[in-house]
């Protein structure tokens, strides 16, 4: 199971020896909406969204890249699907190369049930609703 941020943001901090408020005083940046110390306080309780510029802010503070953070992998996806972030060509470019990884995925699902489901005999076939059933 995937470790949400404020979790892993902990873990983090303890094994580095620093304290939440120390790490986030240093991943405040003035010019950065969202990265104060009070706004990664509310994100670690819940009451606001996490953003992918905190991430950012609070990886450099702990000395990692930012994708230790499963959320901001999520968040950098969303954005390459964003035709207001990447434009509408490159947004449809990526919800194509996701539309194949799926179609592949399905494929080798759909294989690996069939691999997996016991052999019919030949004159086995799946039964036929009655009357009463198809009406």
């Given at each position: ?21 120390r ?8 010019n ?14 819940g ?30 996806a969303?954005d390459?699907?964003?035709?207001r ?16 990884a ?9 294989a ?17 609703p ?6």
């Amino acid at each position: 199971m995937a470790e949400p941020f404020p979790d892993r943001l902990k873990r983090l901090a303890h094994e580095r020896g620093e304290s939440i408020e120390r790490v986030g005083l240093a991943a405040y940046d003035p010019n950065i909406e969202g990265t104060s110390l009070a706004n990664l306080r509310k994100v670690i309780r819940g009451q606001r969204p996490l953003n992918a510029a905190l991430i950012e802010r609070v990886a450099a503070a702990l000395g990692v890249p930012a994708t230790e953070f499963p959320e901001y992998r999520l968040a950098l996806a969303r954005d390459s699907l964003d035709e207001r972030v990447v434009g509408l060509e490159a947004a449809l470019d990526q919800l194509t190369l996701i539309d194949s990884a799926l179609a592949r995925g399905h494929g080798r699902r759909a294989a690996e049930r069939e691999q997996s489901s016991p052999p019919r005999l030949q004159g086995d076939r799946p039964a036929r609703p009655s009357n009463h059933e198809a009406g």
